[in-house]
């Protein structure tokens, strides 16, 4: 979504997030494990020079979708973001990081953005106008924070359950693949991450399985077909920067930073992954 990013997928406060100019960004930041799925598109990232949203449309080249700069000639039709999209029209502003990263989101999952807007648009339809409900919310925060994560077996997620940090971020189970991240989906997480340093947090849906695409595929059925994302408290909390080799200085004391590693406020309940076949 176009909706500027808040400082609320990191560790504190609700200050509207400022992202550094383009010139001040340096090409190895795109190295971090957060932008691997980027690599395709390093052209776009790289160099000093914005893309026209021209050019940006005709490089991804999104299915059924064009990508239309966002003026006010454009918002003069009124349309809600979302009915935009629905009619095949991504608004996208100009020389600014946080459309340019929902972009390459359309571009590297295109089925999982259109369910996501296909859902929104089911609820503003069915909602008075101006008014929000909760799948909405979800849905709002998985598109701009979100991540999907794959896990192999179910004792890890138990630790998880209990905001048991240590044994999340054990670092044999992320190398052997107990625990890994299928995708980095969320735009807003890709443009706070260009500050290195930030304490950022994921809004996570899991998936019980072996192949990251077979993953991706499940959660955009599930999203389709209204099994998840209908309330933000589904979306579970992940401290990326407690992610082994994400970050700098993760020591005990790191570790033991509550203000970030938070513990399971009582009464707090996460469902079930989702589900593969592999």
Same mark, same amino acid.
């Given at each position: 979504?176009?909706?500027?990013?808040?400082?609320?997928?990191?560790?504190?406060?609700?200050?509207?997030?400022?992202?550094?100019?383009?010139?001040?960004?340096?090409?190895?930041?795109?190295?971090?494990?957060?932008?691997?799925?980027?690599?395709?598109?390093? $052209? #776009?990232?790289?160099?000093? =020079? *914005?893309?026209?949203?021209?050019? +940006?449309?005709?490089? &991804?080249? /999104?299915?059924?979708?064009?990508?239309?700069?966002?003026?006010?000639?454009?918002?003069?039709?009124?349309?809600?973001?979302?009915?935009?999209?629905?009619?095949?029209?991504?608004?996208?502003?100009?020389?600014?990081?946080? $459309? #340019?990263?929902?972009?390459? =989101? *359309?571009?590297?999952?295109?089925? +999982?953005?259109?369910? &996501?807007? /296909?859902?929104?648009?089911?609820?503003?339809?069915?909602?008075?106008?101006?008014?929000?409900?909760?799948?909405?919310?979800?849905?709002?925060?998985?598109?701009?924070?979100?991540?999907?994560?794959?896990?192999?077996?179910?004792? #890890?997620?138990?630790?998880?359950?209990?905001?048991?940090?240590?044994?999340?971020?054990?670092?044999?189970?992320?190398?052997?693949?107990?625990?890994?991240?299928?995708?980095?989906?969320?735009?807003?997480?890709?443009?706070?991450?260009?500050?290195?340093?930030?304490?950022?947090?994921?809004?996570?849906?899991?998936?019980?399985?072996?192949?990251?695409?077979?993953?991706?595929?499940?959660?955009?059925?599930?999203?389709?077909?209204?099994?998840?994302?209908?309330?933000?408290?589904?979306?579970?909390?992940?401290?990326?920067?407690?992610?082994?080799?994400?970050?700098?200085?993760?020591?005990?004391?790191?570790?033991?930073?509550?203000?970030?590693?938070?513990?399971?406020?009582?009464?707090?309940?996460?469902?079930?992954?989702?589900?593969?076949?592999?």
């Amino acid at each position: 979504m176009t909706l500027a990013p808040t400082a609320t997928g990191d560790g504190g406060g609700s200050r509207r997030f400022v992202p550094p100019p383009r010139a001040a960004v340096a090409a190895r930041r795109f190295e971090h494990p957060l932008f691997a799925g980027l690599h395709d598109f390093r $052209d #776009l990232l790289d160099g000093t =020079a *914005w893309p026209s949203i021209a050019a +940006l449309d005709a490089r &991804l080249a /999104v299915p059924g979708k064009r990508l239309v700069e966002q003026d006010a000639a454009l918002l003069a039709d009124g349309l809600h973001y979302e009915a935009r999209i629905a009619q095949g029209r991504i608004a996208t502003r100009a020389d600014n990081w946080h $459309d #340019l990263f929902n972009a390459l =989101a *359309w571009a590297r999952h295109p089925q +999982l953005k259109h369910v &996501l807007n /296909v859902q929104q648009c089911l609820h503003i339809d069915a909602m008075p106008a101006g008014q929000r409900n909760r799948a909405q919310a979800a849905l709002t925060q998985f598109d701009e924070s979100g991540v999907i994560v794959r896990m192999r077996e179910g004792t #890890l997620l138990a630790a998880w359950d209990a905001h048991d940090w240590p044994a999340v971020f054990e670092p044999a189970r992320w190398q052997n693949g107990d625990i890994a991240i299928a995708t980095v989906f969320g735009h807003a997480l890709m443009e706070q991450a260009l500050l290195p340093g930030r304490l950022l947090v994921g809004k996570c849906v899991v998936v019980q399985g072996r192949d990251d695409n077979a993953c991706i595929a499940e959660v955009t059925a599930a999203i389709g077909g209204g099994r998840v994302l209908t309330d933000p408290l589904q979306l579970r909390p992940l401290p990326l920067a407690g992610i082994p080799d994400w970050h700098e200085g993760q020591d005990a004391t790191f570790y033991a930073n509550t203000d970030y590693f938070r513990p399971l406020r009582a009464g707090r309940q996460y469902p079930p992954p989702v589900h593969t076949a592999l």
